[in-house]
């Protein structure tokens, strides 16, 4: 047997190292204590009785971790977390100089929105801040149709912006850059796992993003089977911000509820990308989440949700995750070019 206590504390540790969240800290020190003083044979027997989170400060996460220590395995969050101190060691870069060395890598963002659905600014404004950003592509997803809070596009109003998005290109190519604003829509995940959308029309864009924005608090089963139909499309390049969290400002929101290892088993068997959102109000996935999606073998990409355009400088926010989390670059789409983030 391990000795659960210092497991718990350690990962604490690890959890205070990584600027995880006070709160996320605070309930595997808490369980600690909770737990301090009680061998592992009694441990055992409350692992095995389902007692564990009878104790006050023991909750479902530690106590699982508990369950793996006394059963002699390291626990898998543990685990997880010295795999990225492991690989930030190996490379002797500093995790701030090697997200620094990311967003220089970064060639473009597959999540944007302008105003013609819920963004602030139009179309050729967003496209020459990416340009001024050093980016060689912009991918526009404004919303589907259903979310008409958001202003989302009909069928007709985004094949309109498909042709603008034609027009601008050849006026940037006119001035002599390189530079392409790319096709796309950030397209509603119906309550059925259904695309809010029609299947020529989403056959026909550079990126299609794929994102729950409504029951976000569906039953887990439900939620994971909505989320697996969606991924199952051919037509999905992306699965936006996964949990729907919202962590700062007025409307706080808790994660949605789904079985993370079946979906991100799906991403990656489909080749849909998880996004990893840099919007600070998001920073979506939670980076425990973020680290299974590693292991599960998904791809990213690194996205900015931007609704204005000094949003699009938001990328730093993802880039951080992504390498406290040991994403590697070459698993991150749009560290590639045009040709290459297009090619599946």
């Given at each position: 047997?391990?000795d659960?206590?210092a497991?718990l504390?350690?990962?604490?540790f690890?959890?205070?190292?990584?600027?995880?969240?006070?709160?996320?800290?605070?309930a595997?020190?808490?369980?600690?204590?909770?737990?301090?003083?009680?061998?592992?044979?009694?441990?055992?027997r409350?692992?095995?009785s389902?007692?564990?989170?009878?104790l006050?400060g023991?909750?479902?996460?530690?106590?699982?971790?508990?369950?793996?220590?006394?059963a002699?395995?390291?626990?898998?969050y543990?685990?997880?977390?010295?795999?990225a101190?492991?690989?930030?060691?190996?490379t002797?870069?500093p995790?701030a100089?090697?997200?620094?060395?990311?967003r220089e890598?970064?060639?473009?963002?597959?999540?944007?929105h302008?105003?013609?659905?819920?963004g602030?600014?139009?179309?050729?404004?967003?496209?020459?801040?990416?340009?001024g950003l050093?980016?060689?592509y912009?991918?526009?997803?404004?919303?589907?149709?259903r979310?008409t809070?958001?202003?989302?596009?009909?069928?007709?109003?985004l094949?309109?912006?498909v042709?603008?998005?034609?027009?601008?290109?050849?006026?940037?190519?006119a001035s002599?850059?390189?530079?392409?604003?790319?096709?796309?829509i950030?397209?509603?995940?119906l309550d059925d796992?259904?695309?809010?959308?029609?299947?020529d029309?989403?056959?026909?864009?550079?990126?299609v993003?794929?994102?729950?924005?409504?029951?976000?608090?569906?039953?887990?089963?439900e939620?994971?089977?909505?989320?697996?139909?969606?991924?199952a499309?051919?037509?999905?390049?992306?699965?936006?911000?996964?949990?729907?969290?919202?962590v700062?400002?007025?409307?706080?929101?808790?994660e949605?509820?789904?079985?993370?290892d079946?979906?991100?088993?799906?991403?990656?068997e489909?080749?849909?990308?998880v996004?990893?959102?840099?919007?600070?109000?998001?920073?979506?996935p939670p980076?425990?989440?973020?680290?299974?999606?590693?292991e599960?073998g998904?791809?990213?990409?690194?996205?900015t949700d931007?609704?204005?355009?000094?949003?699009?400088?938001?990328l730093?926010?993802?880039?951080a995750?992504?390498?406290?989390?040991?994403?590697?670059?070459e698993?991150?789409?749009?560290?590639?070019?045009l040709?290459?983030l297009?090619?599946?």
């Open positions: 047997m391990r659960a206590v497991d504390r350690r990962i604490a690890l959890l205070e190292r990584a600027q995880e969240s006070t709160y996320r800290v605070r595997f020190r808490t369980a600690a204590a909770a737990l301090r003083g009680r061998d592992a044979e009694e441990l055992a409350l692992h095995a389902g007692g564990l989170t009878d006050k023991v909750g479902e996460v530690t106590a699982r971790c508990v369950g793996e220590s006394v002699g395995e390291e626990p898998v543990l685990r997880r977390l010295e795999d101190v492991a690989r930030a060691d190996a002797g870069v995790l100089e090697a997200a620094l060395r990311l890598g970064l060639r473009g963002d597959c999540h944007s302008t105003d013609a659905s819920d602030g600014s139009p179309l050729a404004e967003m496209a020459e801040t990416a340009i050093g980016h060689d912009l991918v526009v997803t404004d919303h589907s149709p979310l809070v958001a202003n989302g596009l009909s069928a007709d109003r094949r309109r912006q042709e603008q998005i034609a027009q601008l290109n050849e006026r940037i190519t002599g850059s390189d530079f392409r604003v790319l096709t796309g950030e397209v509603d995940i796992g259904a695309l809010d959308q029609s299947e029309l989403l056959a026909s864009l550079d990126v993003v794929a994102s729950v924005h409504s029951k976000l608090r569906m039953p887990r089963d939620m994971t089977e909505r989320m697996l139909t969606a991924v499309n051919p037509h999905v390049d992306v699965l936006g911000h996964c949990t729907g969290r919202m700062t400002g007025r409307r706080t929101r808790p949605s509820e789904f079985d993370a079946a979906v991100f088993a799906a991403c990656a489909h080749g849909v990308a996004e990893i959102n840099a919007r600070p109000e998001r920073l979506d980076k425990r989440l973020l680290r299974l999606a590693v599960a998904c791809e990213f990409t690194i996205d931007a609704h204005a355009p000094g949003q699009l400088d938001w730093d926010h993802g880039c995750r992504a390498v406290a989390c040991g994403v590697d670059p698993r991150i789409r749009n560290t590639r070019d040709e290459g297009l090619r599946r």
